[in-house]
């Protein structure tokens, strides 16, 4: 159901798969920012790099989903 009212919306399995490897980027560049702060500032941007890096795997199986979800609406259609 989650999938269909995206698909619906216009989103595309690519479009997640391309903000999964985003986010990949955006994690690294919190890290490497979260190394150049003073201390006491440090593990706030630690955990923010981190709470960034759990959005990839998700994004990326809602993605194969949104795609499973294209090929059985093509199926159909046949």
Known sequence: MFTRKLNSAGLRGWHLHIA????????????IRAKTVDQEE????????LFVGLWPP?????????EREEHRRRRLLR
């Open 58 to 66: 998700t994004l990326y199986l809602i993605g194969d989903s949104l």
């Open 42 to 49: 440090r593990g706030n941007a630690e955990r923010r790099a």
């Open 20 to 31: 999964s490897l985003s986010s990949v980027g955006l994690c690294v560049a919190l890290w």
